[in-house]
């Protein structure tokens, strides 16, 4: 599969099969990570990968999941993730690009597992405080956000943007997510121009 068909795949997976993720597609996702662009250069990041079950349960308490749909799009229990990176900021770099520096960089992680068969979602909505502590994150490096990743028990759709933003489950608990329209977002040498 092509990167462009990868990423028309591409959906925030919530659901989770109960196997466990190799050690060498974690460390795959963070290399691709660490080869994101980066403004001056200055890659002001760090990763954690957390994949042993003790802390796996620990992680998955500081982070909140799909607010829209809650506690529908929460992980039930026996479908959580079956690992996590953590994606820090080192703070001792100053970079007044690191949100477009991690953001980049978790797109990498995502493309790069999905292609190995991965699902992930980026959450940040996550007790910062509470997972610096359980991770032993120094006060030199904050927590930007978590990339949570097993092997997908669902199949969400994307679907045309009609009138909210909103995702919603239906009665055979499929995920839709709308998408606007390539039309209502691309514009051609001048704004409002196709």
């Known amino acids: 599969m092509g990167v462009y068909e990868t990423i028309l795949r591409r959906r925030s997976i919530r659901r989770f099969k109960n196997i466990e ?4 597609i974690l460390e795959k996702c963070v290399n691709a990570a660490r080869l994101a662009p980066s403004g001056k250069n200055l890659q002001p990041w760090e990763f954690v990968i957390v994949d042993r079950e003790d802390l796996l349960r620990q992680v998955f308490s500081t982070l909140g999941w799909a607010s829209y749909i809650e506690p529908r799009g929460n992980p039930p229990p026996g479908e959580e993730p079956k690992a996590y990176i953590a994606i820090l900021a080192n703070r001792n770099i100053d970079s007044k690009w690191l949100e477009y520096d991690i953001g980049m960089a978790v797109e990498n992680i995502i493309l790069t597992a999905l292609e190995q ?3 992930a979602c980026p959450l940040a ?5 509470r997972l610096k502590q359980i991770l032993n994150i120094p006060d030199t490096h ?3 956000l978590v990339v949570a990743l097993g092997y997908p028990k669902e199949s969400p759709i994307a679907e045309e ?3 909210s933003i909103k995702y919603w489950k239906d009665e055979m608990n499929t995920l839709h997510v709308p998408k606007r329209k390539l039309a209502d977002v691309l514009h ?3 704004y ?3």
């Open 21 to 24: 993720v190799a050690y060498e």
């Open 117 to 119: 068969g991965v699902g």
């Open 125 to 129: 909505n996550v007790n910062r405080d």
């Open 142 to 144: 904050s927590i930007t």
């Open 161 to 163: 943007f009609t009138n």
């Open 188 to 190: 051609r040498n001048s």
């Open 192 to 194: 409002g121009q196709h």
